[in-house]
């Protein structure tokens, strides 16, 4: 069972709709009545994340917030993406990759099961969140420039 898979099965009550029609690769899915639709025309990783986020739209969105008619739409469509990013992307994840030396972004990319682009798209969530140095359980992150765990402090600098 691939990531998605996983995904999908721990949420047996929602239906996923796959869209096969000609439609913009830049569609990705949409939450609509609680079912989820995800353009088929995407790749396995951006199926991930779609999923990801019109779950997290499942979870913390209310009402139509498609055409950002408000700044509460808005902050809906921004939590959704940072709570998606959070849940594919984990500190813990990011912690054992550190732990089983996987350095390159391809690397963790890969581990998680997303996009180098949207691994880079989910440090910048944290660093947006927490700021570019924090304590996770025992270890240190810094975000200053990419991505760099420690079990030691960091120096400023």
């Known amino acids: 069972m691939d990531k998605f898979e996983e995904l999908a099965s721990s949420r047996p009550t929602i239906h996923i709709i796959f869209i096969h029609n000609e439609i913009s690769d830049h569609f990705g899915g949409l939450l609509l009545d609680g079912d989820i639709y995800i353009n088929d025309h995407l790749g396995p990783r951006e199926k991930y994340q779609v999923l990801h986020e019109e779950l997290a ?50 690397d963790i990319a890969d581990y998680f099961g997303v996009t180098e682009e949207y691994l880079y798209q989910a440090i910048i969530n944290y660093r947006t969140k927490y700021g570019q140095l924090f304590k996770h359980h025992d270890y240190w992150f810094d975000l200053r420039q990419t991505l760099s765990i420690s079990k030691e402090g960091f120096k400023n600098g």
């Open 57 to 106: 739209h499942y979870d913390y969105t209310v009402g139509d917030i498609s055409h950002y008619s408000n700044c509460n739409d808005c902050k809906q469509e921004k939590l959704a993406r940072s709570v998606a990013m959070m849940r594919a992307v984990t500190l813990d994840g990011l912690i054992y990759c550190y732990e089983h030396n996987l350095w390159t972004s391809e």
